[in-house]
């Protein structure tokens, strides 16, 4: 019973896998083609745009495969075996007629005609499988295939797609500014100075970057200020590339009107 049990979750794993795995690459390549055909242009990573759907995919479609598509596979592949075991072919189509199900629920019928084919790929798949096993030989090129596709496709479509602009200065000032509601807000948006007065303080703020490689910044923000005798200085800098913005350091006291500039 033991050995039994071990043969089917053997099958039916190797038989989720590969299903999944197709049908999530499938949906990854037709959607990417859709959106070709609607007149869109290829992203900059557009090999990255596919594989992230990929995964959105392989993890609902595994879910539903894992969960509905193994529960009836089993209950069919029990009556099968029980009361037809030489009629595989009718108990495909049926597996196929329980695949609607979800589509008529949603009243989809696109839904219902994909579940349709999904089930029946698993059931033909699944079959393939259990020969396989039964004849003592590997069932490994169904992982195999999927991946290689998987990675050729991704390599292609990187290859193939439109190279990213420089991220320059600017660029990475406007990145390091782009939040709001920190001490940054107050500084130029751009390389520059700006001088002002409030509360009697006059404030001189300067924002510059320098470049630390090929697309790495140090961007800095600087403030002096005085009033009468008294008088301050105040520097943040970042190190800023095209995805993130890190602190980097920083000297002086925070002017003490910054308070209420902020405020305003």
Not at 43 to 64: C, E, K, P, Q, R
């Amino acid at each position: 019973m033991e050995s039994e049990k071990d043969y089917v979750i053997l099958r039916k794993t190797i038989t989720t896998l590969s299903t999944s795995f197709i049908l999530a690459y499938l949906l990854a390549i037709t959607g990417l083609v859709q959106q070709l055909t609607d007149g869109e242009e290829l992203s900059y990573h557009t090999g990255n745009d596919m594989a992230g759907w990929f995964l959105i995919h392989l993890f609902y479609v595994g879910a539903v495969i894992a969960v509905y598509g193994n529960f009836v596979s089993v209950i069919l592949d029990a009556i099968r075996k029980k009361w037809l075991p030489n009629m595989r072919w009718l108990f495909v189509f049926f597996h196929g007629i329980l695949g609607l199900i979800n589509g008529l629920f949603f009243q989809d019928t696109y839904l219902a005609y994909y579940g349709m084919a999904a089930a029946m790929l698993y059931a033909c798949i699944d079959w393939w499988v259990e020969r396989r096993i039964d004849r003592e030989k590997s069932t490994k090129v169904l992982l195999i295939i999927p991946l290689i596709l998987l990675l050729l496709s991704w390599s292609i479509l990187e290859a193939i797609s439109p190279s990213l602009p420089p991220f320059t200065k600017k660029d990475a000032i406007e990145f390091a500014t782009s939040g709001e509601g920190t001490d940054i807000d107050l500084f130029p948006d751009k390389v520059g100075t700006w001088k002002g007065t409030f509360e009697g303080y006059h404030v001189q703020r300067s924002t510059r970057a320098k470049k630390l490689n090929k697309e790495l910044y140090l961007v800095t923000f600087e403030e002096n200020w005085t009033k009468g005798k008294r008088k301050g200085h105040y520097v943040m800098s970042y190190k800023v590339d095209r995805s993130s913005v890190s602190g980097y350091g920083g000297s002086g006291t925070t002017p003490p009107y910054y308070e209420k500039v902020l405020e305003q």
